[in-house]
Nanobody, 128 residues
Framework: QIQIVESGGGMVQAGGSLRLSCAAS????????MAWFRQAPGKERELVAA????????????SVNGRSTISRDDDRDMAKTTLHLQLHALHPEDPAVYYC?????????????????WGQGTQVTVYP
């Protein structure tokens, strides 16, 4: 089992930046690929960014490519992995609940259905 807790959401002015983090603890989280997904009201959940277990391979949705960075810090001694998402130049398409997820595979996946562990989500709101 892996427990995931997100932090860093809130209200951000359009054009501004935010940094989301999530702490994943439990079963060897450092061996899991991880990702950020988001879901806006009335829309389907979509991938924002994903990263493999080493942090060497990343993937981004077209909507955030070039203005976002996903990264991870693994602490094997503490059995804890921290995942980050830096998002710049926020605009009206970005508000959503952002979810951190872990996938029991070394390799990243863009498919949310393959992720076994999810956080509760953190709300991001963009104001003019």
């Amino acid at each position: 089992q892996i427990q995931i807790v997100e932090s860093g959401g809130g209200m951000v002015q359009a054009g501004g930046s935010l940094r989301l983090s999530c702490a994943a603890s439990g079963r060897n989280a450092w061996t899991d690929a991880m990702a950020w997904f988001r879901q806006a009201p009335g829309k389907e959940r979509e991938l924002v960014a994903a990263i493999d277990y080493k942090g060497g391979d990343t993937a981004y949705a077209d909507s955030v490519n070039g203005r976002s960075t996903i990264s991870r810090d693994d602490d094997r001694d503490m059995a804890k992995t921290t995942l980050h998402l830096q998002l710049h130049a926020l605009h009206p398409e970005d508000p959503a609940v952002y979810y951190c997820a872990a996938h029991a595979s070394l390799f990243l996946s863009p498919d949310g259905t393959t992720y076994e562990y999810w956080g509760q989500g953190t709300q991001v709101t963009v104001y003019p």
